[in-house]
């Protein structure tokens, strides 16, 4: 937040990208003995799903699910609430779930401003600006800036590397 001189402007902090691991090949399901042009639908963000795998059919705890999809365990739960409501609607009142969008990546990078030496996470997708310049270091605004492995033109193997996304 900052001041101007007539107004205070708050600036937004950036979503945090969402870890998921699991990308469904149905994306959407509809009720049986519903018409089509008077059926509600619930739309599934993908993180949405991949919290309800993690804790609901991979049984693990609410900790180690968030540690696995890169978030705090408060918004883990966020998300967990968000998609078992969506859900339970869904088959309660016949709603069909399509399955899209949301604010997440495959892959998370370890990066470093070779500048002023700050390193940080973030996603594949905001990684790939760096070949275009568009990229810069949130510290010093440096564009001067690499994968932790050092590797400017290319991902570390391991790491960083993209294997498909799901858009909306």
Not at 41 to 61: C, F, Q, S, T
Not at 79 to 88: F, V
Not at 94 to 111: D, E, Q, S, V
Not at 141 to 164: E, Q, V
């Given at each position: ?66 540690e696995k999809m890169n978030v705090s365990r ?95």
């Amino acid at each position: 937040m900052y001041a101007t001189k007539t107004k205070v402007i708050k600036v937004a902090r950036p979503k945090k990208w969402r870890r998921v691991e699991f990308f469904p090949e149905t994306r959407h399901f509809i009720p049986t003995g519903i018409p089509e042009k008077s059926m509600d639908e619930n739309i599934l963000k993908v993180e949405e799903l991949e919290a309800l795998r993690l804790k609901d059919l991979e049984g693990m705890d609410q900790q180690a699910c968030a540690e696995k999809m890169n978030v705090s365990r408060q918004t883990f739960q966020r998300i967990l609430n968000s998609a078992r409501i969506k859900t339970a609607d869904s088959l309660v009142n016949g709603k069909a779930i399509i399955i899209r969008g949301g604010n997440f990546t495959k892959n998370i990078c370890n990066i470093v401003c070779r500048d002023c030496g700050n390193t940080w996470k973030d996603s594949y997708e905001n990684y790939q600006k760096v070949f275009t310049g568009e990229y810069q270091c949130p510290e010093c605004n440096s564009t001067n800036i690499t994968c932790c492995m050092g590797r400017r033109d290319s991902f570390c193997r391991k790491r960083c590397r993209h294997r498909g996304n799901m858009q909306p």
